[in-house]
Every structure is written in C-alpha cells, then in structure tokens.
C-alpha cells in the first residue's frame, strides 16, 4: 500500500531555515508529480512547490527566492528547503504526490502533514 510520510517541520525563528522530507513507499513503479502544500489556520490549502520526475519546478510567487523543492527519485522522496522564514509561512506543510503503482494506475496521494511555526 502506497503511503507518503513526512518529517522536518517545528518552530524556528524568523529568518530561520528548516527541510521538510516526504518519502513514498509501498509498490511504486513511477512518480510523475511531487509537491508541497501548506495550509495556515483559517485559510485554505495552497500550493507552495512541485516538481516532476524530470525536475521541472513551479512556485508559489511568496516562496520565489526563498523555498527550494528538490527530488531523489532513486528514494522515492522530495525535500522542501525552506529559508528566510516569515512568521507568515506559518502552516500546516502537506506532501502530495501523484503515484503509479502495482495495485492501480496514478492516484493522487497526500501526507499526513507536518506543521511549520515561524516566530517573530
């Protein structure tokens, strides 16, 4: 059974820097799609980065210059370098993967998530 788990988020000061890590397991044959979400409390669910199996990248714009997505693909897992930290990246931080596996074709997948608290 395919599943995503994260780890790396906590607190840090402002302008400080943390990873996240989401790795994939289960019967995996291809990746085409990972990503990371966030989403603060009282707002909804945002795409902040993702990237696909070739390393093509895309951006939320409040992100640009400060986050960077990255991908092993030989160990099924993205990382999200997050850097420069304003108390306004404070979320939730989900990982969400696009996964062709042995038991069906690509289903989207999501992480249980792993919250992020910037301090001021």
């Known amino acids: 059974q395919v599943q995503l788990v994260e780890s790396g988020g906590g607190l840090v000061q402002f302008g400080g820097s943390l990873r996240l890590s989401c790795a994939a397991s289960?019967?995996?044959?291809?990746?085409?799609?990972m990503g990371w979400y966030r989403q603060a409390l009282g707002k909804e669910r945002e795409l902040v980065a993702r990237i696909s199996s070739g390393g093509n990248t895309n951006y939320a714009d409040s992100v640009k210059g400060r986050f960077t997505i990255s991908r092993d693909n030989a160990k099924n897992t993205v990382y999200l370098d997050l850097n420069s930290l304003q108390p306004e990246d404070t979320a939730v931080y989900y990982c969400?993967?696009?996964?062709?596996?042995?038991?069906?074709?690509?289903?989207?997948?999501w992480g249980q998530g792993t919250q992020v608290t910037v301090s001021s």
């Open positions: 289960g019967s995996i044959i291809s990746i085409p799609t």
């Open positions: 969400k993967a696009a996964i062709w596996s042995v038991q069906s074709t690509t289903q989207i997948y």
